[in-house]
C-alpha cells in the first residue's frame, strides 16, 4: 500500500509586532530628534587634521565674519536669559519677559546690547536678512562689548568653553584683535573651530 505524503504547510510569519516596532522607534525618534538652528551667518572655517573635538555642550561661541564682524552665542539655552539680565544690569538696560523669551530663542546674534531691543523685536526672517548686515558686536581697545558677553557668561557658569570660529577668508588682524582683547582680561583659554580633514596618506 502506497505511503501517504503529509500535506505541507506554508510557513507563516506574523509581522505585526515587527511593524509595530518600526513604528514605536520612528516615534521615539521623531520626539527626542534636536534638530539645529540655524546659524546667523554662513561661516566656512579653515580645515585642520586635530582630533580634538569641541564638546557638545557648555560652549559658547564667538563667530567672526570674512569681512570681520563678531557674532555670539551660546549654545545652552539655560544660561541666555540669566546672562542677558546681567549684561543689561551691567550696561543699565532692562529687558521684559516677551524679549528674554525671544533671546532664548535665537543663536548667534551680532548687534550692540544698546540695539538689542530692536534686533528681538525683528520676526525670525527679518533677523536673518538683517544678520547680512548687521554691525556686530564693538570688540576694541574702546569699547569690549564682546568680551564682556564672555566673562558676564563664565561669571554665571564657570565651567562654560569659549570656541572661537572664523570663516577661511577672515583677515588675520581681526583674530589677533579678538586675541588681544581676551588676554587684556587674561583669559587664555579657548578653542578654535576648524572643520575636519583627513590626515594625508604616508608613501
Given at each position: 500500500?502506497?505511503?501517504?505524503?503529509?500535506?505541507?504547510?506554508?510557513?507563516?510569519i506574523?509581522?505585526?509586532?515587527?511593524?509595530?516596532?518600526?513604528?514605536?522607534?520612528?516615534?521615539?525618534?521623531?520626539?527626542?530628534?534636536?534638530?539645529?538652528?540655524?546659524?546667523?551667518?554662513?561661516?566656512?572655517?579653515?580645515?585642520?587634521?586635530?582630533?580634538?573635538?569641541?564638546?557638545?555642550?557648555?560652549?559658547?561661541?564667538?563667530?567672526?565674519?570674512?569681512?570681520?564682524?563678531?557674532?555670539?552665542?551660546?549654545?545652552?539655552?539655560?544660561?541666555?536669559?540669566?546672562?542677558?539680565?546681567?549684561?543689561?544690569?551691567?550696561?543699565?538696560?532692562?529687558?521684559?519677559?516677551?524679549?528674554?523669551?525671544?533671546?532664548?530663542?535665537?543663536?548667534?546674534?551680532?548687534?550692540?546690547?544698546?540695539?538689542?531691543?530692536?534686533?528681538?523685536?525683528?520676526?525670525?526672517?527679518?533677523?536673518?536678512?538683517?544678520?547680512?548686515?548687521a554691525?556686530?558686536?564693538?570688540?576694541?581697545?574702546?569699547?569690549?562689548?564682546?568680551?564682556?558677553?564672555?566673562?558676564?557668561?563664565?561669571?554665571?557658569?564657570?565651567?562654560?568653553?569659549?570656541?572661537?570660529?572664523?570663516?577661511?577668508?577672515?583677515?588675520?588682524?581681526?583674530f589677533?584683535?579678538?586675541?588681544?582683547?581676551?588676554?587684556?582680561?587674561?583669559?587664555?583659554?579657548?578653542?578654535?573651530?576648524?572643520?575636519?580633514?583627513?590626515?594625508?596618506?604616508?608613501?
Open positions: 500500500m502506497a505511503r501517504v505524503k503529509p500535506k505541507r504547510q506554508k510557513i507563516h506574523d509581522m505585526t509586532p515587527m511593524s509595530d516596532l518600526a513604528w514605536l522607534l520612528l516615534t521615539f525618534f521623531i520626539l527626542t530628534t534636536q534638530f539645529k538652528k540655524p546659524e546667523a551667518v554662513t561661516i566656512q572655517p579653515p580645515s585642520s587634521v586635530s582630533t580634538i573635538k569641541v564638546q557638545d555642550h557648555d560652549v559658547m561661541r564667538i563667530t567672526v565674519t570674512p569681512d570681520g564682524r563678531y557674532f555670539f552665542s551660546m549654545d545652552d539655552d539655560r544660561y541666555r536669559i540669566p546672562l542677558l539680565e546681567a549684561m543689561g544690569q551691567k550696561f543699565g538696560i532692562s529687558f521684559t519677559k516677551e524679549e528674554k523669551a525671544r533671546f532664548n530663542t535665537i543663536t548667534d546674534f551680532g548687534v550692540p546690547i544698546q540695539s538689542l531691543k530692536q534686533y528681538l523685536a525683528l520676526t525670525p526672517g527679518q533677523q536673518l536678512a538683517f544678520n547680512e548686515k554691525p556686530g558686536i564693538p570688540c576694541d581697545s574702546v569699547n569690549t562689548q564682546l568680551v564682556d558677553w564672555v566673562f558676564v557668561a563664565n561669571e554665571i557658569n564657570p565651567t562654560l568653553i569659549l570656541g572661537i570660529k572664523g570663516d577661511v577668508s577672515t583677515q588675520y588682524p581681526k589677533k584683535n579678538l586675541l588681544d582683547r581676551l588676554q587684556d582680561k587674561r583669559m587664555n583659554k579657548f578653542q578654535l573651530i576648524t572643520s575636519a580633514e583627513s590626515e594625508p596618506i604616508e608613501k
